[in-house]
């Protein structure tokens, strides 16, 4: 009888899609990709039976993590940093996931800013009374070398607000206005998307999904998840632009 029934719940994992052995992925993501993961991790972990232990940080510093021999099985990085892991046998394959620009966060109902040109952003960088960002972050790596061809860095260089996460940080009043990617303001209810970035200061960063092995089923399973149209739907939501 213990045989039948351990047989039966073999076969309702099966016509559930989930495997007999389930596995726990050790994903390292960046921020940027944090509120569509949050909200499709447990429909994947659902709809699989895998489970899934996150760590979040900059796609910079998760980088340097794996090149130390950090425990990973999926990691959301920049194309770069996936390419260059690959390249050092740190990770076996990557797959396009989003692709992001920047945006400026605002305090709630604060007037929005003109964003149409450069000298509509330098204009609003000299009048801030202060900005955060997030240094070691794909946007805050980019606008330093903003910051220095419009001949700006040294004036706003007492503005500028180092923080973990820049949408969080004007929202609960530490700075006036905020530079990251759109996905990282919208969880923050004391903070909205002023705009993005003019296209003539703006960079779009893309963003991979990479696995440590190309024969891991589970990691696998997870890449095929996030293309799904579903996934894609709640990535648009979140501010981010399917690849």
Do not use: C
Not at 183 to 201: K, N, Q, R, T, W
Request: proline fraction near 5%.
């Amino acid at each position: 009888m213990r045989i039948r029934h351990l047989s039966l719940i073999a076969a309702a994992a099966l016509a559930l899609g989930a495997p007999a052995h389930a596995a726990e992925l050790k994903v390292l993501s960046t921020n940027a990709f944090k509120t569509a993961l949050e909200d499709l991790g447990p429909k994947f972990e659902q709809s699989s039976g895998h489970k899934l232990a996150i760590t979040w940080g900059t796609a910079a510093n998760l980088k340097g993590e794996i090149e130390k021999g950090a425990a990973v099985d999926v990691a959301v990085l920049t194309d770069a940093g996936a390419d260059d892991l690959i390249k050092q046998g740190k990770l076996a394959a990557r797959t396009p996931l989003v692709r992001s620009g920047i945006a400026v966060a605002i305090q709630k109902g604060a007037p929005k800013p003109a964003l149409a040109t450069a000298d509509d952003f330098k204009k609003m960088v000299l009048a801030a009374k202060s900005i955060a960002w997030v240094e070691s972050g794909a946007s805050g790596i980019y606008l330093k070398g903003v910051f220095e061809q419009l001949g700006v860095a040294d004036q706003i260089k007492g503005k500028l607000k180092p923080v973990k996460a820049a949408g969080e940080a004007v929202a609960h009043h530490e700075a006036e206005i905020g530079f990251t990617q759109v996905s990282e303001i919208l969880p923050y209810a004391g903070a909205e998307v002023g705009g993005m970035l003019p296209p003539d200061v703006q960079s779009f960063t893309n963003f991979s999904v990479a696995v440590h092995a190309k024969d891991a089923e589970p990691a696998a399973a997870l890449v095929r998840f996030l293309k799904t149209e579903s996934a894609a739907d709640v990535i648009k939501a979140k501010g981010l632009e399917p690849r």
